[in-house]
């Protein structure tokens, strides 16, 4: 049955022709190679860079010789006709051989030509100039570079031309040295002449300063009059503690050794060590004798009893206008003097406690003597050179008083009221002060000015003349009453015990009251 399948199979119009092998693909048609086309030129270039006509030699040069060894070709391109003609008889353009200012064209066999050269794409053999050796130094000229180049070999001139070199840079560092040395002299010399001469014209041995043989007149009452006969009476304080230190000023006031001084002179300190130099540069220990907090004022004692003592004036006899001169020790300058006149009198002022104590309020004498810090309870002197008051503030502008310099306004307690209360620390070692039992502050309504009662002490001096909290004091005695501080300086000055007539408003009801003062 296979054989039949067979036979069909061959019969069909499918079958492979007889004698056919391998695959029914037909094979692939042979292909010659194509050629890679080449650039396209335009007939103006090729044109422009084809060879010349007749010319079958190549652009290149032959492999090995990019650049025509035209040193050793004796084969040269012929001179056109009229460069001959107009160099005729100038025989050969090439220099003479050695001669230094066109040397000859180094061969083959100099050392400065490498094997290669011929060939080397950046040396031209045809260039007149070359690489060549140093100069060499003969006895008494230079050889040019051709005839170093042309004797390679180095010579006994060369061999010897760093000594002759070195010596010539010797010679020429000395010449230098020589020269600076000339010019260091020349000038050395000529500013000494000139200094002289300056100095000649400048100077005068002869002169002599003109002087008077007239003395300056100091009469009685000027202030160096008042300055020598009180400055002696004048100390200075220097008072020290634990944790703190100060200074100021005072006025010996008895023989005894008793100094009068402000309160916050010692008091700052609570138990403070108190030594006073005296104007002769002495000094001795110090004791407090008693302090008034109410008028900033205090006494003390030293064991010395040689003393200058100071005339004590009467400040009620001042003026605005009369001269005074302040003696004190400012910012621990001792012994310094100021003048000025009196600016002003009963001046209300208040001042700080020290320590807790309580504000003092003083009557105060203004001046524009110079005061600073460290003049504090020192004197301020009249024209007699009787101490009317006892320096104790200044005015400043923006600060405490403790740390401004004077500005022109100044301020010293009178020296009546300090002689008062002197004596009685002196006496007793402590001061009764007058009490109205009232405590008051500055008010005004416009028009008028007073001190308006704030607090009136029960069964006090106030409360008992029938005077109110709210009342408004104007007069006390003889004294105008325009402000609290004024009527705490009135009360202040008077004794205690004593009777005084105030004025006062109530409700704009003007009315009057006996006051009989206390004591505190």
Partial sequence: MSDSRSEKADSSPFARPAGAQGSFQPPAPETAEQPTPGPQVSATDREAFSAPAGSGAAFAPAPGDRLPARHDNPARRPVPAELAQAFAGAGSFAPAPGDRLAPSMPGPGSPWWKPDAATDPWRDPQSPYWIAGPPVYADDEVI????AVEDPEPTAAASASPGKRARFGLSALAMVLVAGLVAGLIGG?????????????????????????????RPAGSVADIAKRVSPAVVSIDVRSADAAGSGSGVIIDKGGYILTNNHVIAFAATPTIRVVFADRSSSPAKVVGTDPRNDLAVIKVAKTDLTVATLGDSDSLAVGDPVVAIGDPLGLRGTVTAGIVSALNRPLRLPGENGEPDAVIDAVQTDASINPGNSGGALVDAAGAVVGINTA????????????????GFAIPVNTARSIAEELIQTGKVRHADLG?????VTDGTRDGAYLVQVVPDGPAAKAGLKEGDVVTLFGDNLIDSGDALTVAVAESKPGATVTLRYVRDGVTGQAKVILGSS
């Avoid at 009232?438 to 500055?442: G, P, Q, V, Y």
């Fill in 144 to 147: 040019g570079m051709s005839d």
């Fill in 189 to 217: 010399g000529v500013g000494y002449w000139l200094s002289d001469r300056a100095n000649a014209v400048l100077t005068d041995p002869n002169v002599k300063l003109a002087k008077t043989d007239q003395p300056a007149n």
């Fill in 394 to 409: 200044i005015a400043s502008v923006g600060q405490s008083s403790s740390q401004s310099g004077n500005i022109g306004v």
């Fill in 438 to 442: 009232a405590s008051s502050r500055s």
